[in-house]
């Protein structure tokens, strides 16, 4: 099996071009089921049947383990045993009739408008590192990226004349994302100013760039949000995909259509997409009941009952 595992990962690298913290998540996972096999003396393909899995399931919740981390175990198995079916190495999936455990549907954290313009106006821009900030932060939340897709932009793909970026996501799909003008002048404002102090004598096609000259890490993406949440008392742990969130969530109170939405965050289902049609109700919902005088009778009524 440590032959087909690595085939697998070669495959993961090679053809699917899946990205390194994906690579690191299924290897994780899946050395974690190759261990489990072992503790029950299963060393072939041919011994692992739906109660085997069933039994591996139990195995997970006695160990604590909550639902989201179990059914992402489980994706990753069911990615192994699609490779394995795709190669011809077995003739069906004893997956097919384990079913992964239920989710509890969260909905995704945003930011308020005001908090976002908070946010935005904290960096100083007599800096480079303040005006680089303050450009990644306006485009995170102007354009949706996600936090890869942000470290990996190099300066060819921009286009600040018609405020577009070309980007590479998920799967290695190509779409163009856009910005306003609050967006495309904070970049400008960072490649005229901050972004040749930064880069010195190298030379990098990275558009933001760290502190050394180097392309930013999504880790310091995420440390440059958290300084920032921090220094204007936001209250909430902000991280990259909720400027995510927020995007999607303010176009959708906008107006703006489900399926542009969508095409615009990359998704490839829609179903991904209307998690935040929930978010906009939820918040219509707060906003209807303390704003609607006959709302705001009836809730008084009850709390006097």
């Not at 440590?2 to 990205?19: T, V």
């Not at 008392?233 to 995510?244: A, Q, Y």
């Not at 259509?257 to 991904?272: C, K, T, Y």
């Not at 978010?279 to 209807?288: F, I, L, N, R």
Request: glycine share 4%.
């Amino acid at each position: 099996m440590k032959r087909l595992f690595d085939n697998y990962i070669h495959y993961l690298q090679a053809e699917r071009n899946a990205s390194p913290y994906t690579i690191r998540n299924y290897t994780t996972d899946l050395l974690g089921f190759f261990q489990f096999l072992r503790t029950r003396e299963i060393d072939s393909l041919d011994e692992i049947d739906k109660h085997v899995f069933r039994d591996y399931l139990s195995h997970l919740m006695e160990q604590g383990l909550v639902k989201a981390s179990i059914a992402r175990k489980l994706s990753a198995i069911r990615s192994f045993y699609r490779y394995l079916l795709r190669e011809r190495i077995i003739p069906t999936s004893p997956l097919a009739t384990t079913s992964s455990p239920k989710l509890d549907k969260r909905l995704p954290s945003f930011l308020t408008q005001e908090e976002v313009k908070q946010l935005l106006e904290a960096p100083d821009l007599s800096t480079p590192q303040g005006q680089r900030d303050r450009a990644l932060m306006e485009l995170l939340y102007a354009s949706g990226l996600r936090v890869s897709e942000l470290v990996n932009i190099n300066l060819e793909q921009v286009n600040l004349d018609s405020c577009e970026i070309r980007v590479w996501g998920k799967g290695s799909k190509e779409r163009v994302v856009l910005m306003g003008k609050p967006a495309a002048n904070a970049l400008q404002t960072y490649l005229s100013q901050g972004r040749p102090k930064l880069i010195g004598n190298k030379r990098i096609s990275a558009l933001f760039l760290n502190r050394y000259g180097g392309r930013v890490t999504e880790r310091r993406v995420q440390r440059i949000l958290e300084k920032y949440a921090s220094l204007v008392d936001i209250g909430k742990r902000v991280h990259p995909h909720m400027l995510r969130h927020t995007f999607a969530t303010h176009l959708l109170d906008g107006g703006a259509d489900l399926r542009v939405v969508q095409e615009l965050l990359g998704h490839a289902n829609l179903s991904s997409t209307q998690i935040y049609t929930h978010v906009t109700q939820s918040q219509a919902k707060k906003v209807y009941l303390s704003a609607h005088p006959m709302a705001h009778e009836r809730n008084s009524e009850l709390d006097n009952s």
